[in-house]
């Protein structure tokens, strides 16, 4: 039989001092369920916050199993929906982060056109919420504007990508503009700005002769959300899909009372979960359709075996890394 490895845990805790490889059987599929080879998995900021338990869902003891991201091959089927050889990705529920991977086929989606695993492996959360991001709160046209911040964040680069692809121009908030100004304009950035830099902020809105955004993307919270809704213009819309900063969102009754502004949230977890089975293939066929040809890319800062998943998270964990931590489950 088979053996499995996979990165379990029995408490809640930090990361590197609970996950340990932990090897099993390779569970065969029952009736509608298929058998993936895993190739590869990100470590995302909510595998760490669930790991620690302080995410929306919540560890299974004993042994839990981390991942909610992750791309891999059908080794085995039992379900008419997928043949073996076929490239997938883990739509529905946590558990990426082993060689193998046994489940309902429901959990999956099958990949219609060849894409780079490590890229395939983050196809799940960050386009999508990205997109979901600039399609789903305001109808924006071509030429349109909007702002964001954490703009040098996954989610923060997917946006920028995919606001050049839908013909929308994006000002970027980040906390080193001086660093991340270069590296962002490739991406499709059009206007990059230092978060502390009042002054500069004020010369962006003045260089677009009157006209305000009218859609904010916050992932940071504190006073990086009140930037925003300080450029935003009247009845605009700020949509929060994240805290970094730990912060409250705290708004002041001038941005209700005088602008108008309208509060939005995003959990793209929940989201999908409320989505018909066809309309999730769509969004996804249209996402892996661009990072298939590469308009639409995640860097990479480091990539690990799952036999040294405790150096990976601490890395994940570390500030000025450039990109997504991987874990190469074929290796």
């Not at 908030?173 to 001086?178: E, G, I, K, Q, T």
């Not at 009845?235 to 805290?243: E, M, N």
Request: glycine content about 10%; proline content about 6%.
């Amino acid at each position: 039989m088979v053996e499995n490895t996979l990165a379990a845990f029995s408490q809640c805790g930090q990361p590197e001092q609970v996950l340990e490889p932990h090897s099993a059987p390779v569970r065969e599929p029952k009736a509608g369920e298929i058998l993936v080879r895993m190739l590869a998995a990100p470590i995302n900021p909510a595998d760490i916050n669930f790991i620690q338990g302080v995410y929306g869902l919540k560890p299974v003891f004993p042994d839990a199993t981390a991942g909610m991201e992750g791309c891999g091959v059908v080794e085995e089927t039992r379900s008419p929906a997928f043949l073996p050889g076929d490239q997938v990705i883990l739509l529905h529920g946590i558990g990426t982060w082993a060689k193998y991977l046994t489940a309902s086929a429901d959990r999956f989606l099958k990949l219609k056109v060849p894409v780079d695993p490590a890229q395939a492996a983050m196809l799940k959360i960050n386009p999508p919420t990205a997109y979901r991001l600039l399609t789903g709160y305001r109808e924006l046209h071509r030429g349109d504007w909007l702002v964001q911040n954490a703009a040098n964040s996954g989610v923060g680069r997917c946006v920028m990508q995919l606001a050049r692809l839908l013909g929308f121009k994006t000002i970027n908030l980040v906390r080193r503009a001086d660093r991340w100004a270069e590296e962002l304009r490739t991406l499709g950035a059009d206007v990059v700005v230092g978060e502390d830099d009042p002054q500069a902020v004020q010369q962006v809105l003045a260089a677009l002769g009157g006209t305000r955004p009218l859609l904010g993307l916050n992932a940071v919270g504190g006073e990086s959300a009140i930037r925003l809704m300080e450029v935003l213009g009247d009845g605009g819309t700020l949509v929060t899909y994240g805290a970094m900063s730990k912060q409250s969102l705290k708004v002041p009754n001038r941005f209700l009372i005088f602008k108008g502004l309208e509060l939005k949230g995003l959990w793209i977890t929940a989201w999908l979960q409320q989505q018909s089975r066809g309309d999730i293939e769509q969004l996804y066929d249209r996402l892996a359709g661009w990072m298939a040809k590469g308009a639409l890319h995640q860097p990479i800062d480091a990539t690990y075996p799952l036999a040294q998943v405790t150096a990976a998270v601490t890395r994940a964990q570390e500030a000025y890394r450039n990109g997504k931590v991987m874990l190469r489950l074929d290796q």
